[in-house]
């Protein structure tokens, strides 16, 4: 059985072609982002004032590391759809809203890009 | 095709603030805000990859009183932002849509975001004192 009509079965898109897997993603990504917000503001807080060592030993623990450009690569994506929603809501006309949305992408990819980068050489090469 | 007058929702001005209207703003303020809040996470974590100079810099920003208001302001953000997204989940589920059930999450989801940033920065400022 589909709830969707028979035209949009025809052209094989829904009105925002990928609706469904946006929202899914927001949620598993929002998922992943309990544990790993709350073990990151855990150990920001523990480390509170630490020294330049102490937070390079820190990143460079498999575990943390791994955390790390886990909880990076789960931030940008969420935003980056969060965003989206923003935009579809708010933004007109629908050029701006497209040229704001990639313009959007890009930064948070770049910011996930150097944040992966920037805890790698911080745990190769110190 | 004659245009039909559709009827028009009335102005978001004339309604009175409830808990859930207030709070569904707040999970999309909140999101925004951290968006652009992963500037300073950014920041942070490539002038450490920089070296000990770029990093103290930024610990040093980050220890200013505007640095602390930037953090004080975003962990309180991520906590209601947390909380009211596993409201969201629990939505998802399916659980929680009756008025008087809405408006006790609603209540939690405030109480425990103050909750856990006044926790974190009494242990944060405890383990810095340390
Ligand atoms: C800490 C764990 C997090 C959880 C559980 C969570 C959960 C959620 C959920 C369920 C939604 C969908 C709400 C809806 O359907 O209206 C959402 C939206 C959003 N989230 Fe998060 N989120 C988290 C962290 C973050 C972070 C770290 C950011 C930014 C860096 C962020 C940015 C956004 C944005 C921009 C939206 C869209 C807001 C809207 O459409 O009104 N979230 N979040
Ligand atoms: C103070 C009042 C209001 C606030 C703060 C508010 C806030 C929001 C927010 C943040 C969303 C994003 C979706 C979400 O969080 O799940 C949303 C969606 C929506 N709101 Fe409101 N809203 C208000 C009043 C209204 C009124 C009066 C109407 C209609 C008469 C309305 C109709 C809608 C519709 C149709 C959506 C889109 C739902 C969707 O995307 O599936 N809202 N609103």
Redesign the interface.
């Known amino acids: 059985m589909t709830l969707r009509t028979p035209v949009a079965r025809a052209r094989g898109l829904g009105s925002a072609k990928e609706g469904v897997h946006h929202w899914w993603m927001q949620?598993v990504t929002?998922?992943a982002?309990?544990p790993l917000?709350?073990w990151f503001?855990a150990s920001?807080?523990?480390?509170?004032?630490a020294e330049?060592a102490e937070?390079?030993d820190w990143?460079s623990h498999p575990v943390t590391a791994t955390l790390l450009i886990s909880l990076i690569v789960a931030?940008?994506y969420h935003?980056a759809l969060?965003?989206q929603v923003?935009y579809e809501d708010y933004v007109q006309p629908h050029g701006l809203k497209i040229v704001v949305d990639i313009a959007t992408k890009l930064i948070?990819f770049a910011?996930a890009v150097?944040?992966i980068?920037?805890?790698l050489?911080?745990a190769f090469a110190g | 095709m004659a245009v039909r007058e559709r009827p028009l929702s009335p102005h978001l001005q004339i309604y009175r603030p409830q808990i859930t209207s207030v709070l569904s703003i707040l999970h999309r303020l909140t999101g925004v805000a951290l968006g652009v809040g992963t500037i300073v996470l950014v920041w942070w974590l490539v002038a450490a990859a920089v070296g000990p100079d770029a990093f103290e810099g930024a610990q040093g920003f980050l220890g200013s009183v505007f640095g602390y208001l930037i953090l004080f302001g975003w962990s309180w953000a991520l906590f209601y932002h947390l909380c009211n997204g596993i409201r969201h989940l629990v939505w998802d589920a399916g659980w929680g849509f009756d008025l008087d059930v809405l408006a006790k999450t609603g209540w939690l989801t405030v109480g425990a975001s103050v909750a856990l940033t006044v926790l974190a920065w009494i242990i944060g400022l405890a383990s810095m004192g340390g």
């Open positions: 949620r929002a998922v982002l309990v917000t709350l503001v920001l807080v523990g480390m509170a004032g330049y937070m390079r990143v931030t940008f935003a969060g965003m923003v948070f910011f150097a944040s980068f920037s805890v050489k911080l």
